[in-house]
């Protein structure tokens, strides 16, 4: 079945330092990708997605790319800041552009990530 | 544009009780989806409406149900609470269609005592 792996967490880095969170997945067909960051106590929040192979997608900094050969949708920042310190989340959706019977998003683990001052 | 509006934000049930949650999707939006949220299981799908339709649904028992009304806003029930039903519910909305992501609420904290 289709499921999604990042990495354990919690990542702890100092401010300005580089971030990557691993995330690859399995999935039959042709996914969509997305990472969702949640803040203490809010709900989920689209941070970025790709919707097909060699896409990139890029918000506030972050940046991953969909690379269909490692499966894999990796999640970069060049230089975080403290206010970046949120549980992020892998996820990928399958049923085609209409909908459909697996039209449902497949969550990963979540990594936490903590960025001191 | 307002978000999706999840009511209440809080709520403390005892066990064998029942509870309502509450789900307005963003306007225009038709598809919506629940997912619960807890330590141990992480995110999980619970179901999703469209116009009015269960399309999908995950894999947790029946005491767990939905209903979509016809302005898009949707509810979900839980009857005969137990405490493991302690956990973070999240809704979201959609376009349809697998490129648009889901927009989600900022979720119902139940505890169950």
């Known amino acids: 079945g289709n499921s999604v792996t990042q990495m354990e967490g919690p990542v702890t880095l100092s401010e300005e330092a580089f971030l990557t969170i691993n995330c690859t997945y399995t999935?039959?067909?042709?996914?969509?990708l997305f990472w969702y960051v949640q803040y203490p106590g809010e709900g989920l929040q689209l941070l970025l997605k790709?919707?097909?192979?060699?896409d990139k997608g890029s918000n506030k900094g972050f940046e991953a790319t969909y690379r269909k050969e490692t499966t894999s949708f990796h999640l970069e920042k060049g230089s975080v800041q403290v206010s970046d310190s949120a549980v992020y989340f892998c996820?990928?959706?399958?049923?085609?552009?209409?909908?459909?019977?697996?039209?449902?998003?497949?969550f990963g683990t979540g990594t936490l990530l903590a960025v001191q001052p | 544009k307002a978000g999706v509006t999840q009511t209440p934000r809080y709520l403390i049930k005892t066990r064998g009780q029942q509870v309502t949650l509450s789900c307005s999707p963003i306007s225009g939006h038709r598809s919506v989806s629940w997912y619960q949220q807890t330590p141990g299981q992480g995110l999980q799908f619970l179901f999703e409406?469209?116009?009015?339709?269960?399309?999908n649904k995950g894999n947790f028992p029946g005491r767990f149900s939905g209903r979509q009304f016809s302005n898009s806003r949707s509810e979900m029930n839980v009857s005969t609470l137990e405490l493991g039903d302690s956990a973070l519910y999240l809704c979201?909305?959609?376009?349809?269609?697998?490129?648009?992501?889901?927009?989600f609420g900022s979720g119902t904290r139940l505890t169950v005592v």
């Open positions: 996820a990928l959706i399958t049923g085609g552009f209409y909908g459909g019977a697996t039209n449902k998003l497949i």
């Open positions: 979201a909305s959609s376009v349809p269609g697998q490129h648009y992501g889901y927009t």
């Open positions: 999935a039959t067909g042709y996914p969509s």
């Open positions: 790709a919707t097909k192979a060699d």
């Open positions: 409406y469209f116009s009015e339709t269960q399309r």
